[in-house]
């Protein structure tokens, strides 16, 4: 069977992201990590399609949509979106700016980290005139406007004194 490995690595991806998000997000934030997820797949579609429609990026294996779009539905419109709503849900809000930095770091890298594994080993990503960095710089930067939307959304509650 063609591409069986990267069949497994989508399939279980969907399943252990499905798994997380119903452990990882408490009913009474379940508001936030769905603006966190459906902000964050507006950025990656925008991104997403420009990176490929440039010829930057291919993604020559894909489990859903194979003639309907070019991008990786699985890690641009579930995957990231995903990591997302918990980078937003668990955002140390009230630590300092390096830590916050670290924050950011650690969501941007672990992301890029597992992309150059995938590049490597794998037929789910093919960078063509495209880098490890500018990927780490397009995820910091993603992350820090789903980061500003979400705190403009969640302004009042934000503020709110806890209880």
Same mark, same amino acid.
């Given at each position: 069977? /063609?591409? !069986?490995?990267?069949?497994?690595?989508?399939?279980?991806?969907?399943?252990?992201?499905?798994?997380?998000?119903? $452990?990882?997000?408490?009913?009474?934030?379940?508001?936030?990590?769905?603006?966190?997820?459906?902000? !964050?797949?507006?950025?990656?579609?925008?991104? @997403?399609?420009?990176?490929?429609? &440039?010829?930057?990026?291919?993604?020559?294996?894909? #489990?859903?949509?194979?003639?309907?779009? /070019?991008?990786?539905?699985?890690?641009?419109?579930?995957?990231?979106?995903?990591? +997302?709503?918990?980078?937003? #849900?668990?955002?140390?809000? /009230?630590?300092?700016?390096?830590?916050?930095? +670290?924050?950011?770091?650690?969501?941007? @890298?672990? %992301?890029? @980290?597992?992309?150059? $594994?995938? +590049? &490597?080993?794998? &037929?789910?990503?093919?960078?063509?005139?495209?880098?490890?960095?500018?990927?780490?710089?397009?995820?910091? %930067?993603?992350?820090? %406007?789903?980061?500003?939307?979400?705190?403009?959304?969640?302004?009042?509650? #934000?503020?709110?004194?806890?209880?």
């Amino acid at each position: 069977m /063609k591409n !069986k490995l990267e069949k497994r690595i989508e399939l279980s991806s969907w399943i252990i992201m499905s798994f997380l998000l119903i $452990v990882l997000v408490p009913r009474s934030k379940i508001r936030e990590a769905q603006l966190s997820f459906l902000f !964050k797949q507006v950025i990656t579609w925008i991104f @997403g399609l420009l990176v490929v429609e &440039k010829n930057l990026i291919s993604y020559p294996s894909r #489990l859903f949509f194979k003639k309907a779009n /070019k991008s990786s539905f699985t890690f641009e419109y579930f995957i990231y979106p995903a990591l +997302c709503s918990f980078f937003n #849900l668990y955002y140390p809000e /009230k630590r300092n700016s390096f830590y916050k930095f +670290c924050y950011y770091f650690m969501f941007s @890298g672990m %992301i890029t @980290g597992f992309e150059l $594994v995938a +590049c &490597k080993y794998t &037929k789910l990503i093919n960078y063509k005139n495209w880098t490890w960095y500018w990927s780490l710089i397009t995820m910091w %930067i993603t992350y820090f %406007i789903s980061r500003i939307y979400y705190r403009w959304f969640f302004k009042d509650k #934000l503020k709110a004194p806890v209880v």
